[in-house]
């Protein structure tokens, strides 16, 4: 089959890989009909090149047909058309009974000391092989595809995946007092999304902060009201801007929809310099130094800290990775500020969402993607949305 390939730092190429097999009883095979580009995956063309393989196959926003199963999937079935989560979780472990499949007990990484397995990133979450690729094993396909209805193009329902779940737990956890103000850090798919879910369940303003025209442009057409960070000289400036729009005080809570890779801000620097010297070191080597010192870029989430709203609530939905990263304690100690993050447990939020998908599309997932583009084109499409070229937002394959 062909599948995406990571063969080292924004070097990700389309090649012929051996069809997938079912292993375990609890496996399925399903023929993926389309696949998304997430920006975690850029994490992976970028940063964290340490912790991967030459040859891993990228990906875990899948959906498709069930072509194959083992005798252990319970009412799966050959012909079923399924979304994939990004997480792989069992269903019947304590952790997963508390609705934190991201903890699995069954497909925690124990040798890594991490969470459960996730396909397609990184030896941390089990180096397990992604759905930017023609086929997909599905390891405990007893609990993991959601099955979904024939008839709606796959848009409709491909970012319950990742996307619409993500985007709903980065909301639950702001915690957004009715009638309340959030503010949104990021405008690529996640922070996006969790406007339009915040809009949705009634949050009284939405603030969306990004420095691109397109992703402000977007959100804009939604009804949010955005920050321009290009059009101020510091970030405090622009988080004066902010206090401004919310009487004074700041938002209510804040969505960090970006992660390790945020640019500019103080230590940004610093911390680049010292993610590429990272990059440079033998794979051994690196992946060490990334486990015990590794550090992120954290203007959005100091950011984060200094905009929200004495008593407020940061949610952290971009995903971070450094081990000795410097936090601004006594600020966030100072303003009393709660703080919540992790991956999102998908299943957990799957009854609220998919009802929204089945009767009208009042998140406008329909026409959310900018690019649908055919798996050959991986290449070129990792580059493009890297470098948000071309009004990209959000990236779809179709194998």
């Not at 193009?153 to 909301?171: C, E, I, K, M, N």
């Not at 952290?316 to 993050?341: E, N, T």
Request: include cysteine; charge should be negative.
């Amino acid at each position: 089959m062909k599948a995406l390939v990571w063969h080292g730092k924004r070097d990700v190429r389309v090649e012929r890989v051996p069809d997938p097999r079912i292993v375990k009883p609890t496996d399925a095979i399903v023929r993926v009909t389309s696949t998304g580009l997430c920006g975690s995956d850029l994490h992976l063309y970028e940063v964290l090149g340490p912790m991967m393989n030459e040859g891993d196959i990228l990906g875990h926003e899948p959906m498709g047909i069930v072509e194959e199963v083992g005798n252990d999937v319970g009412d799966l079935s050959p012909g079923d058309r399924v979304v994939i989560p990004f997480n792989i979780s069992c269903g019947h472990c304590w952790m997963c009974d508390q609705g934190l499949q991201t903890q699995c007990e069954t497909t925690q990484v124990k040798e890594q000391d991490m969470g459960a397995a996730l396909f397609g990133y990184t030896n941390l979450y089990g180096a397990v092989p992604g759905g930017q690729a023609e086929y997909l094993r599905v390891p405990q396909a007893q609990y993991g595809p959601v099955k979904v209805p024939e008839g709606p193009p796959d848009d409709r329902y491909l970012y319950l995946s990742d996307v619409l779940p993500t985007a709903w737990q980065a909301v639950a956890y702001a915690d957004v007092p009715e009638g309340g103000t959030l503010a949104v850090l990021g405008l690529g798919p996640i922070g996006d999304m969790s406007c339009r879910v915040a809009a949705h369940q009634g949050a009284g303003k939405v603030i969306g902060v990004d420095r691109v025209p397109e992703r402000l442009e977007r959100a804009r057409a939604r009804g949010v009201e955005t920050v321009d960070l290009s059009a101020y000289d510091s970030p405090a400036e622009a988080a004066d801007a902010i206090r401004e729009m919310t009487g004074g005080r700041g938002p209510d809570a804040v969505v960090d929809a970006v992660g390790m890779e945020a640019h500019g801000g103080l230590g940004n620097t610093a911390a680049k310099s010292m993610q590429d010297l990272t990059g440079l070191l033998p794979q051994k080597w690196a992946s060490r130094m990334m486990r015990k010192t590794g550090v992120d870029r954290l203007a959005a989430f100091y950011f984060a800290t200094d905009v929200v709203r004495r008593g407020g609530t940061i949610s952290l939905s971009g995903v971070y990775g450094g081990m000795s990263d410097p936090l601004p304690m006594l600020r966030l100690f100072d303003k009393q500020v709660q703080l919540r993050m992790g991956q999102a447990n998908v299943k957990r939020w799957i009854p609220e969402v998919l009802p929204l998908l089945q009767d009208g599309d009042p998140l406008g997932v329909d026409d959310f993607a900018t690019h649908h583009v055919p798996l050959d084109q991986g290449a070129e499409a990792y580059e493009m949305f890297q470098k948000k070229r071309d009004g990209a937002v959000k990236v779809v394959f179709q194998p």
